[in-house]
């Protein structure tokens, strides 16, 4: 009676099992964690700026604080001119705003400060941004 050798199909087996599940676990990151973490990064950076601008300029001086807070988004690596960053930025702030609000230190009519618009020249044609199909 011969023995048979099973090592080779069951390595194989389980070799493939493993590519697989490595396979699917790289789209999952790819898909889901990696976007996640770059807004929970973004947001997090947006919250400290704000707060850290608000500590060192003090209440009022909207304009001066929003372009502190732009500079130092810029100094750690953000793309400053992008939607993204403007409404991470604009969403810290309001949030900071509530909380003042809720702690007595500012009244509700009060408006965060508003973002300076980037120039538009009226002469140039506008054309939309062709759409990214990237998975």
């Excluded at 950076?45 to 209440?59: C, D, S, Y």
């Excluded at 810029?74 to 003042?100: H, I, P, T, Y």
Aim: net charge negative; aromatic share 10%.
């Amino acid at each position: 009676m011969t023995n048979f050798d099973w090592t080779p199909i069951i390595t194989a087996i389980i070799t493939a099992f493993f590519a697989t599940f490595g396979v699917a676990i790289k789209n999952i990151w790819d898909k889901h964690i990696a976007p996640w973490l770059e807004d929970k990064q973004l947001t997090q950076a947006a919250q400290i700026v704000i707060n850290a601008v608000e500590a060192i300029l003090g209440r009022g001086n909207g304009s001066a604080k929003w372009d502190l807070a732009m500079a130092k988004m810029k100094e750690r690596g953000f793309d400053v001119d992008s939607d993204a960053v403007r409404q991470a930025m604009l969403s810290a702030w309001q949030e900071l705003n509530l909380w003042q609000i809720g702690a007595g230190a500012k009244e509700a009519d009060e408006e965060p400060p508003t973002p300076s618009e980037p120039e538009v020249n009226p002469e140039e044609e506008y054309s939309e941004p062709e759409p990214s199909y990237e998975n």
